[in-house]
């Protein structure tokens, strides 16, 4: 009985059983479970690059989306700002200055509220990470500071997005001269 066992072990072992239909074992050839594995792998990579291309597409929309509408709490907020301006040219003389040092504020709220902030230049070392020297002059200031802020400058969220445009000391030539 023994030698029984032993004989019917390698065929449970290979994976092939007896199909009891027809009494043989079916024989599937080493080509066609390659073949038939590789139409597997190809379709899961079809399918990966189909959810791919849609989710780069997706993607894609949702960011034209998010740019197109990206300002628009600020537009709204700057909407106040223009309402204010139009109330201040209808004012009388007497109350305009004290309207338009208003809005200045508001304004200036506004963007502190979404991360624009001014550049402090003014009697400041020069620095090109922040101006933009439109004139050097000579002034009793240290050579290389900033006397006069022609245009402010302001950044965002740490970044520069408008250089402070100033004028910048050569320093006193005539105290240079008479030493």
């Known amino acids: 009985m023994e030698t ?46 189909a959810d791919f291309d849609n989710f780069r597409k997706r993607s ?9 509408f990206a300002n628009e709490r ?13 109330r201040a040219l209808k004012a009388d003389d007497a109350h305009l200055r004290e309207g338009v040092d208003r809005i200045h504020q508001l304004l200036a709220d506004i963007m502190a509220r979404h991360g ?7 009697k400041k070392q020069f620095n090109p990470a922040e101006h933009e020297a439109i004139v050097h002059v000579n002034a009793p ?12 400058g302001y950044r965002m969220n740490d970044r520069v997005i408008r250089y402070a445009k100033v004028a910048v ?9 008479e030493e």
Do not use: M
């Open 4 to 49: 029984n066992d032993y004989h019917a072990e390698p065929a449970e072992k290979s994976g092939q059983s007896e199909n009891p239909e027809s009494g043989k074992t079916p024989q599937i050839s080493e080509p066609d479970v390659q073949q038939q594995r590789y139409d597997e792998l190809n379709d899961r990579f079809l399918r990966l690059a």
């Open 60 to 68: 894609a929309r949702e960011r034209e989306i998010y740019t197109l």
């Open 74 to 86: 600020f537009a709204v907020d700057i909407l106040e700002v223009a309402d204010n301006l139009e």
């Open 116 to 122: 624009v902030t001014l550049i402090d230049a003014l």
């Open 141 to 152: 200031d240290a050579a290389g500071t900033v006397i006069d802020e022609v245009s402010r």
């Open 169 to 177: 000391s050569k320093g006193n030539n005539q105290q240079k001269s």
